[in-house]
C-alpha cells in the first residue's frame, strides 16, 4: 500500500493532461465520428451476411444439385435410422405383450410377434406398400405392385422410395402386433396367420391410403375438387395415432368381442378380476424399450434432417406427453382403483404408451404445454377405456384397446384443441406459410371439425370390415378356426404346449 501511494504521488498519468477548448472539441467529434462510422458498418453487416450464409429466414429457394443431393443423403439417413428405431419397438411389443400374459401362453405372444413381422415384411412388399402410398384413387392404391415400375424417390421428399418403403414396413409391423395384444390366449396360431393376412395385406393399407396416400380422400379433403370441399381442411395425421394405432387398436377390439373371453376369466363385476401378469419385470422393460422406439417413430416422420427446429420439438413433445399421461394413469389408480392407495405398476406403464400414442398424430403441431395436457387427459382415457372394457366384459389382456384406440382417438381430435400455428416439414426444412391452429390457438373449429371426421370414418370402417373378417375366420373348422380348441386353452402347458410344443419356463 505504501508503494502504491508513493507512485500516485509521484507519476503524473497521462490521461490526465490538461486539454485546450479546441483539443477537447475535436477529440469529442472524432468519438462521435467513429461511433456513427461503427453503427454504419454494423447495419450494412447485418443486411449482407445472413443473405450469404443463406439462412433459412433470408436465403432463396434456389440449391444447386450439389446441395440438393447432400440433404437428400442427410436426410434418407435419417428416415433409415429412424426405421431402425421403430423397427426395434418389436422388442418392446414383445416383452409388454408376453409379461402381461400369464406364464402358459408366453411362447404364443413370442412365436406370434415373430410370425407377424416376417408376415408383414412380405405382404407389405408384394402389395401392402402399393395400396398404401401408391397413386389410384381415394380408396386405394393402384401401382408399383412387388415394388415394380417405381420411381426413383418417393413423391417430393427427395429420399429414395426404398428407404421410405423400410421406414412404412416398421409401421406396418406395428400395427399388426398391436391386434395380437388383445386376443392373447385364446387364438389359435392357425387362425392368427389367416387375420394377420387380412389386416396387414389389405385393412391397413387401403384404409391408410385415405389418410395418407398421395391420393387418398381424407389427405385431399377439403380441397376444390375433392371431398368436402366446403371444409377447408384436410385430414392430419402426422405419424399414425389413426392410421397406426387406432387401425390396430380398433382391430383389436374387433377380434377381442367375436374370440370373447379366456376360459374362466372372471370380470370384475362379477366379482373377479384380471388375471396378474406372470411378469411385470419385462412388461415394464419393454414399455421403455417401446418409449426409445418412438424417437424414431415421431421425429422420424418429418423425413426430414433438415428440419432441426421441427424434430427437436416433436422429441420434446413426445416426450412431455408420455411424462404427463404415466403419472396421471398413476394417480387414477391410485384414487379410483380396485387397489385404492396403492400406485400400480401396469396402469402407469399403460399410461405413459398411451401419452405416446395420443401425442403421435398432433406431435409436429403443438406446444410443449399442449403436449402436456393432452397427455395428461391420455393418462384418463387409458384408465377409464380399460375399465369400461372390464365393465362390458371385454377380455383385452394388455390394455390394447384403450391404449392405442382410444388414446389414438383422443390424440387425433386433440390436434384441433391444442394446434399452435406451425405449418408443415419439408425436404430442405420447415414451411411456415400455412400454420396450422386449433381452437385453444384462434383458428376455430375448422381443424377440429377434420379431424373429427376423419378418425370416425377410419375407426368406423375399421371396426366394421374386421369384426366381419373375424367372424367368417371364427366360423372355419379346427385348426383353421379363430379360436383355438378348449383343450389347447386349458389343457397341460396351454397354448405354449398345444400350438409349438414348447415352455418359456421348462421345469428344472
Given at each position: 500500500m505504501l508503494f502504491l501511494k508513493n507512485i500516485s504521488k509521484t507519476a503524473t498519468p497521462t490521461i490526465c493532461v490538461p486539454l485546450s477548448k479546441s483539443q477537447k472539441?475535436?477529440?469529442?467529434?472524432?468519438?462521435?465520428?467513429?461511433?456513427?462510422?461503427?453503427?454504419?458498418?454494423?447495419?450494412?453487416?447485418?443486411?449482407?451476411?445472413?443473405?450469404?450464409?443463406?439462412?433459412?429466414?433470408?436465403?432463396?429457394?434456389?440449391?444447386?444439385?450439389?446441395?440438393?443431393?447432400?440433404?437428400?443423403?442427410i436426410n434418407t439417413v435419417w428416415t433409415l435410422v429412424a426405421a431402425f428405431l421403430v423397427f426395434g419397438m418389436q422388442a418392446g411389443f414383445i416383452m409388454l405383450e408376453a409379461g402381461f400374459a400369464r406364464a402358459r401362453e408366453t411362447v404364443n405372444v413370442l412365436m406370434e410377434c415373430i410370425f407377424d413381422t416376417c408376415l408383414c415384411g412380405l405382404l407389405f412388399w408384394a402389395i401392402g406398400y402399393s395400396f398404401m402410398f401408391s397413386h389410384g384413387n381415394g380408396f386405394i392404391g393402384l401401382n408399383w405392385f412387388f415394388l415394380q415400375g417405381t420411381p426413383a424417390t418417393y413423391e417430393t421428399t427427395g429420399i429414395p422410395l426404398l428407404a421410405h418403403w423400410i421406414f412404412q414396413f416398421a409401421f406396418a409391423d406395428t400395427c399388426s402386433t398391436i391386434v395380437s395384444g388383445a386376443m392373447i390366449g385364446r387364438t389359435a396360431?392357425?387362425?392368427?396367420?389367416?387375420?394377420?393376412?387380412?389386416?396387414?395385406?389389405?385393412?391397413?393399407?387401403?384404409?391408410?391410403?385415405?389418410?395418407?396416400?398421395?391420393?387418398?380422400?381424407?389427405?385431399?379433403?377439403?380441397?376444390?375438387?375433392?371431398?368436402?370441399?366446403?371444409?377447408?381442411n384436410g385430414f392430419r395425421d402426422f405419424a399414425g395415432s389413426t392410421v397406426v394405432h387406432t387401425i390396430g387398436g380398433i382391430a383389436s377390439l374387433a377380434g377381442a368381442v367375436v374370440l370373447g373371453p379366456r376360459i374362466g376369466r372372471i370380470f370384475k363385476r362379477?366379482?373377479?378380476?384380471?388375471?396378474?401378469?406372470?411378469?411385470?419385470?419385462?412388461?415394464?422393460?419393454?414399455?421403455?424399450?417401446?418409449?426409445?422406439g418412438w424417437?424414431?417413430?415421431?421425429?422420424?416422420?418429418?423425413?426430414?434432417?433438415?428440419?432441426?427446429?421441427?424434430?427437436?420439438?416433436?422429441?420434446?413433445?413426445?416426450?412431455?406427453?408420455a411424462c404427463a399421461a404415466g403419472m396421471t394413469a398413476m394417480y387414477m389408480a391410485l384414487w379410483f382403483g380396485d387397489t385404492k392407495g396403492?400406485?400400480?405398476?401396469?396402469?402407469?406403464?399403460?399410461?405413459?404408451?398411451?401419452?405416446?400414442?395420443?401425442?403421435?398424430?398432433?406431435?409436429?403441431?403443438?406446444?410443449?404445454?399442449?403436449?402436456?395436457?393432452?397427455?395428461?387427459?391420455?393418462?384418463?382415457?387409458?384408465?377409464?377405456?380399460?375399465?369400461?372394457?372390464?365393465?362390458?366384459?371385454?377380455?383385452?389382456p394388455i390394455g390394447a384397446v384403450a391404449v392405442h384406440g382410444f388414446a389414438g382417438i383422443w390424440g387425433t381430435l386433440s390436434l384441433g384443441l391444442f394446434a399452435a400455428g406451425f405449418g408443415a416439414t419439408g425436404p430442405t426444412g420447415a414451411d411456415l406459410s400455412?400454420?396450422?391452429?386449433?381452437?385453444?390457438?384462434g383458428g376455430g373449429i375448422?381443424?377440429?371439425?377434420?379431424?373429427?371426421?376423419?378418425?370416425?370414418?377410419?375407426?368406423?370402417?375399421?371396426?366394421?370390415?374386421?369384426?366381419?373378417?373375424?367372424?367368417?375366420?371364427?366360423?372355419?373348422?379346427?385348426?383353421?378356426?379363430?379360436?383355438?380348441?378348449?383343450?389347447?386353452?386349458?389343457?397341460?402347458?396351454?397354448?405354449?404346449?398345444?400350438?409349438?410344443?414348447?415352455?418359456?419356463?421348462?421345469?428344472?
Open positions: 472539441w475535436k477529440l469529442g467529434l472524432g468519438i462521435f465520428l467513429g461511433k456513427m462510422l461503427g453503427l454504419f458498418i454494423v447495419l450494412i453487416a447485418m443486411k449482407m451476411i445472413p443473405a450469404l450464409i443463406a439462412t433459412k429466414a433470408y436465403a432463396g429457394d434456389t440449391y444447386t444439385a450439389h446441395e440438393t443431393s447432400t440433404m437428400n443423403s396360431f392357425r387362425g392368427d396367420i389367416i387375420y394377420s393376412i387380412g389386416i396387414t395385406g389389405f385393412i391397413y393399407p387401403i384404409i391408410g391410403h385415405w389418410a395418407w396416400g398421395p391420393d387418398g380422400f381424407l389427405a385431399t379433403m377439403g380441397s376444390t375438387g375433392y371431398f368436402l370441399p366446403t371444409l377447408g362379477d366379482g373377479g378380476g384380471m388375471p396378474a401378469p406372470h411378469n411385470l419385470t419385462i412388461a415394464a422393460v419393454g414399455g421403455f424399450i417401446l418409449w426409445f424417437y424414431g417413430f415421431n421425429p422420424g416422420s418429418t423425413l426430414s434432417a433438415m428440419d432441426a427446429d421441427g424434430i427437436g420439438r416433436v422429441a420434446t413433445n413426445t416426450t412431455l406427453a396403492k400406485f400400480d405398476l401396469g396402469y402407469t406403464v399403460n399410461g405413459f404408451l398411451g401419452g405416446l400414442v395420443a401425442i403421435t398424430c398432433p406431435c409436429y403441431w403443438v406446444s410443449p404445454f399442449g403436449a402436456v395436457m393432452l397427455g395428461a387427459v391420455a393418462g384418463i382415457v387409458v384408465w377409464l377405456g380399460v375399465n369400461m372394457l372390464e365393465y362390458l366384459r371385454v377380455d383385452d400455412s400454420p396450422v391452429k386449433g381452437l385453444f390457438y375448422g381443424v377440429l371439425k377434420a379431424q373429427f371426421i376423419g378418425s370416425a370414418t377410419i375407426t368406423i370402417a375399421t371396426f366394421v370390415v374386421t369384426y366381419v373378417m373375424m367372424w367368417l375366420i371364427k366360423q372355419l373348422p379346427h385348426p383353421y378356426n379363430l379360436r383355438v380348441e378348449a383343450k389347447g386353452e386349458t389343457g397341460p402347458g396351454g397354448l405354449d404346449m398345444y400350438d409349438h410344443g414348447s415352455s418359456a419356463y421348462p421345469a428344472q
